[in-house]
């Protein structure tokens, strides 16, 4: 008994930290994170980051050129311009974008880009326009990279393939006839040096030439996982096929049709929270207050999940419905709780064996539904796109929240208050007074 005590108090301790920090986290001018004074450089906003339909922002979409690119190399091609313009992007400083790849009506590969908060994408614009210019460089007496000569233009492909040996993944460079040339005049003079690789003057790769390569056919080999391989090869194709883009549409998303929709979803919540927290009072009365608490905490704590400055989620409408359906979750899971509580207390259990049995009776069922619900994000996370993968995520992290939640913070609140002079009477664990009067019969 002791030491369930300890447990107890441990327990409570640690949710009071947590809602404290929920509090402080999900407060809508947050601290700043600044970790520059313990020796860490690290200094970032907590804040709530916005997709483009709740802070507006630009819409565009560009029809990719494919017609003197092979059917075989059309996904890759068109996977290697979404990398080179996301690696553009970026560094303009915009963040959150997304970049996916699409198919319109008349069957024309077409590339989507977002970039959320931005009103005047014309820089963007410009970068996105280019063709991606790959090129060899290698050093020179200075220890400075220098241009070779040889270029995408004379690239022709890169795969990606295993050892059999040593089964490393490598990359297969092919070059075309000129590029063989230099490829080899490259080598020969380079042997145990290292050439680089450049893409839009950014290094991709440099490795150390071992050998001449007179053939227009070379292995690049390191300690590359499969997935590296395969985006450096992406990376490699993107200068070799390079796709024209021409840009169909552009559309600017208003910041009003974000703050609605951000306050239509606001009071949609509160609305739908007040309606479920007298329900949970109403009918389940001393339980039913602990759950409205800890459903409280509950959704402090996934807020400021989200607005972690390490991995934020990026919140659209899509995104909050996930947050607004993991809350009904949470309920549920106490519903069921409360419900096996309730049967037990009927059986003639004292109230901490209830309790106890309750808890233990319903977390089969809570942990099959979340299970099952888990598994649905996360085939929507891996399948889905942009607002479905929003969706998915914010739902999975408020499920596994919810069942913290009702495990622990629901069952250490009960546990706490079962000593409480209210608990000698079952009227506030939800029975009735003919129930509690035949008990006391029996």
């Given at each position: ?118 009103s005047d994408p014309n820089d963007a614009i410009s970068l996105i326009g280019k063709t991606a210019k790959m090129d060899f460089r290698e050093l020179d007496e200075t220890g400075n990279w220098i241009e070779t000569g040889l270029t995408g233009a004379d690239f022709k ?49 440099a490795p150390t030439v071992q050998s001449e390569i007179s053939s227009g056919r070379g292995t690049i080999s390191g300690q590359f996982t499969l997935e590296e391989a395969k985006r450096l090869a992406i990376q490699l194709n993107a200068g070799a096929l390079p796709i024209p883009l021409k840009l169909v549409e552009q559309r600017n998303v208003g910041a009003t049709l974000g703050k609605d929709s951000i306050e239509k979803s606001f009071m949609a919540g509160i ?172």
């Amino acid at each position: 008994m002791a030491s369930r005590k300890r447990k107890t108090f441990w327990l409570l301790f640690f949710i009071l930290i947590l809602a404290v920090w929920g509090v402080l986290w999900s407060w809508p001018k947050g601290p700043d994170l600044n970790l520059k004074p313990i020796g860490i450089n690290y200094d970032a906003k907590i804040e709530v980051h916005q997709g483009l339909d709740l802070q507006g922002g630009t819409h565009l979409v560009y029809q990719a050129d494919l017609k003197d690119i092979a059917d075989k190399e059309k996904d890759n091609a068109v996977t290697g311009a979404i990398n080179v313009i996301e690696r553009r992007i970026n560094p303009s400083g915009v963040s959150e974008i997304l970049i996916q790849p699409a198919k319109s009506l008349a069957n024309e590969y077409q590339i989507i880009v977002e970039l959320p908060g931005v009103s005047d994408p014309n820089d963007a614009i410009s970068l996105i326009g280019k063709t991606a210019k790959m090129d060899f460089r290698e050093l020179d007496e200075t220890g400075n990279w220098i241009e070779t000569g040889l270029t995408g233009a004379d690239f022709k492909s890169a795969s990606v393939e295993i050892n059999s040996s040593t089964g490393s993944p490598e990359i297969n460079i092919e070059f075309n006839d000129r590029g063989a040339t230099l490829f080899g005049e490259i080598t020969k003079r380079n042997l145990q040096k290292p050439v680089a690789i450049y893409l839009d003057d950014e290094l991709l790769s440099a490795p150390t030439v071992q050998s001449e390569i007179s053939s227009g056919r070379g292995t690049i080999s390191g300690q590359f996982t499969l997935e590296e391989a395969k985006r450096l090869a992406i990376q490699l194709n993107a200068g070799a096929l390079p796709i024209p883009l021409k840009l169909v549409e552009q559309r600017n998303v208003g910041a009003t049709l974000g703050k609605d929709s951000i306050e239509k979803s606001f009071m949609a919540g509160i609305v739908g929270l007040l309606v479920v927290a007298l329900f949970m009072i109403f009918y389940y009365r001393w339980p039913g207050i602990l759950a409205v608490v800890a459903l409280g905490i509950y959704s402090l704590i996934t807020f400021a999940v989200f607005k972690n400055p390490f991995q934020p989620i990026t919140l659209t409408l899509a995104g909050v419905a996930g947050f607004i359906l993991s809350i009904g979750m949470a309920v549920d899971a106490n519903i069921l709780i409360f419900e096996r509580t309730r049967e037990e207390l009927r059986a003639g259990r004292s109230l901490d064996s209830a309790v106890e049995q309750g808890f233990k009776r319903a977390w089969s069922s809570i942990r099959d539904s979340n299970v099952s619900s888990l598994i649905t994000c996360l085939i929507l996370s891996w399948l889905g796109t942009g607002p479905i993968r929003g969706f998915a995520i914010t739902l999975a992290i408020g499920i596994l929240i919810s069942m913290f939640s009702a495990i622990t913070i629901t069952r250490t609140f009960l546990r706490v208050t079962e000593k409480f002079p209210l608990a000698k009477n079952l009227w506030w664990y939800g029975l009735s007074k003919k129930e509690i009067k035949g008990l006391k019969n029996a």
